[in-house]
């Protein structure tokens, strides 16, 4: 049993990148003491590298590299005078930093700062991890299950690589990850012949090289795209018909919708009414393909998109027999193999970690959270965390359409960081010499 943390993050990639780089500046810069613990199952940055399936690593990130952990480097918000120290030090993580480091800048920019890998983004978060230090931890072990602790705080079991089982307490704790696939109705017969969005890469070497296969591919977002390309350099023979619940969309991208993600007090956005919410992500996050995956596909006369809703996958001989709502009516199609890229579910993934006593107490402090229908709107405070829940509970990819839609993805991880981070000066913020002139307490 170690020391409590003041928060523990379950997960090592992309957010708990930008919260380790967040605490290590305001320790680094002696502004506060605050104790913060990473616990990863795998190596820090693993689903960007192709470890956890999802992607193999090759294929391209749907947004630039430059908004990266300090984005969008506006931490006045959330910490008042000390905001512009911060961002300052913020630099010293950030993309540009990176490259220089890698002494790659230069040959970056002159190629016109082009878009990147998953893997290359994923070096970029391993590096980040690697140099924010000051107050960090970094616990190698997989959690198993979590529960309510002594005094309010959070009770982590750890399974972990140099001992049997740990346990670690934290007065706040911050979920991570992008959840587990969504269930995709099926015939147990037609397993055999489907893929998963979150399926190792490796297993779509089933997939025979030496015949025409057809695939289908369920899904209207990124996942789905991604899967299309990567299966389209895989397999360059096979043709490829991506079904979608309704028609296939672009993801708006202008400065409009950027602003949206990067900065969502500016438009207002926990104050607009839900409907427009939804709208705005179903249009510009959820269920929507980027473009410039897209344009690499634009021409490829062996891919096809069906629209309508798919509702059953049955066996079919050696494969699969596709239902789905078209709007002509239902129709059906034959394929070789299915790919279930209709989304993650990052309820389901949390559900397995707090057992039924912990989830039923957590809804007993704060209301319904487990069991809603997914049309239900989850309640999130400012911090990320489940509105009303001590201690808190910060789970920012659930929390998008309350707080803003940046918040679920890699829209505004710096901003992620102040609004989890800045609830934990409060009670750690270190005495300054007097007369420094800088405020001793943040807003
Ligand atoms: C392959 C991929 C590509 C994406 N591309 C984009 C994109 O281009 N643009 C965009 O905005 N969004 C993208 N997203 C969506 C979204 O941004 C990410 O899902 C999310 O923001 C990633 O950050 P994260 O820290 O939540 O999760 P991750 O970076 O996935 O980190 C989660 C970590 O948790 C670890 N872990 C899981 N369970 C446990 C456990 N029980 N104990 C300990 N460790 C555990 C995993 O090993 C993993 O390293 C992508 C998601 C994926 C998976």
Not at 19 to 39: D, E, F, M, S, Y
Not at 268 to 283: C, E, H, K, P
Not at 297 to 325: K, M, N
Request: overall charge neutral; glycine content about 12%; aromatic content about 8%.
């Amino acid at each position: 049993m170690s020391a409590p943390a003041d928060l523990l993050v379950v997960g090592g990639g992309a957010k708990a990148a930008a919260v380790a780089a967040k605490v290590h500046a305001i320790n680094a810069l002696g502004l506060a003491r605050i104790a913060l613990t990473i616990v990863e199952a795998n190596r820090p940055a693993a689903s960007w590298m192709g470890l956890n399936g999802m992607t193999s690593g090759d294929e391209p990130l749907a947004i630039t590299p430059i908004k990266d952990v300090g984005f969008p480097y506006e931490s006045g918000g959330a910490f008042g005078e000390l905001g512009a120290e911060l961002d300052r030090a913020m630099l010293g993580f950030s993309w540009q930093s990176y490259m220089l480091d890698r002494g790659g800048f230069a040959r970056w920019v002159n190629a016109g700062s082009p878009g990147i890998r998953h893997r290359d983004y994923g070096a970029y978060l391993a590096w980040v991890l690697a140099r924010a230090t000051a107050g960090v931890r970094i616990v190698h072990g997989r959690v198993r299950r979590i529960g309510l602790g002594a005094e309010d705080r959070w009770s982590v079991e750890v399974a972990q690589a140099d001992a049997e089982r740990a346990r670690h307490e934290a007065h706040a704790l911050l979920l991570t990850g992008s959840g587990v696939h969504r269930h995709l109705p099926h015939d147990p017969d037609a397993a055999p012949w489907m893929f998963h969005c979150d399926d190792k890469r490796g297993e779509f070497t089933r997939i025979p090289a030496d015949r025409r296969t057809e695939i289908g591919i369920v899904g209207g977002g990124e996942g789905a795209l991604s899967c299309l390309m990567f299966l389209r350099a895989l397999r360059p023979a096979a043709r490829l018909t991506v079904h979608t619940p309704s028609l296939p969309l672009s993801r708006g991208e202008s400065f409009l919708e950027n602003r949206v993600f990067s900065d969502p007090d500016s438009v207002g956005w926990s104050g607009l009414d839900l409907a427009t919410r939804r709208m705005f992500v179903a249009q510009c996050d959820r269920g929507v393909f980027g473009p410039d995956g897209l344009a690499a596909i634009s021409y490829d006369d062996q891919c096809r998109f069906l629209t309508g809703r798919v509702v059953h996958l049955g066996a079919d001989g050696e494969g699969v027999r596709l239902d789905y709502a078209s709007p002509d009516g239902p129709r059906a199609e034959r394929y070789d193999y299915v790919v279930n890229c209709t989304g993650f579910d990052l309820l389901e993934q949390l559900r397995g970690l707090f057992p039924p006593p912990v989830r039923a107490e957590i809804e007993r402090r704060s209301g319904p959270l487990w069991d809603l229908p997914s049309s239900t709107e989850l309640r999130f405070g400012r911090g990320l965390e489940v509105e009303g829940l001590w201690p808190r509970l910060h789970i920012p990819g659930l929390a998008g359409l309350t707080q803003g839609p940046g918040f679920a993805n890699l829209g505004c991880l710096g901003l992620l960081a102040d609004r989890v981070v800045a609830p934990l000066m409060v009670g750690n913020v270190a005495e300054r010499p007097v007369g420094d002139g800088r405020a001793a307490t943040p807003v």
